[in-house]
């Protein structure tokens, strides 16, 4: 049986819907559907998964700080946040 992939307004409904008083539940829950999501449509889980050494964060760090994208971030991201980021996605 193929599983659907759901709609944005579906995805909100899972996370927004929750009781406030569960909400760590509806974390969890959240997160292990995002897991399966991944999953299913072949995204890796990490990115030792797909070859990406630890000695080449500096280098995408370089890259991220480099790019313009990151710039309009509502949060302001450092390159101490890219190496975090890319440290804990490993």
């Known amino acids: 049986m193929e599983e659907s992939v759901p709609e944005q307004g579906e995805v909100s409904i899972l996370v ?24 299913t449509i072949g995204i890796a889980p990490s990115l030792s998964a797909v070859g990406v050494r630890k000695d080449a964060i500096p280098r995408l760090v370089e890259i991220a700080v480099a790019d313009i994208c990151h710039q309009t971030n509502p949060q302001p991201v450092t390159a101490k946040d890219f190496e975090r980021l890319f440290a804990e996605a490993m």
């Open 16 to 39: 927004d819907r929750r009781p406030r008083e569960n909400s760590r539940s509806a974390i969890l829950t959240t997160l292990a559907w995002l897991r399966d999501l991944k999953k």
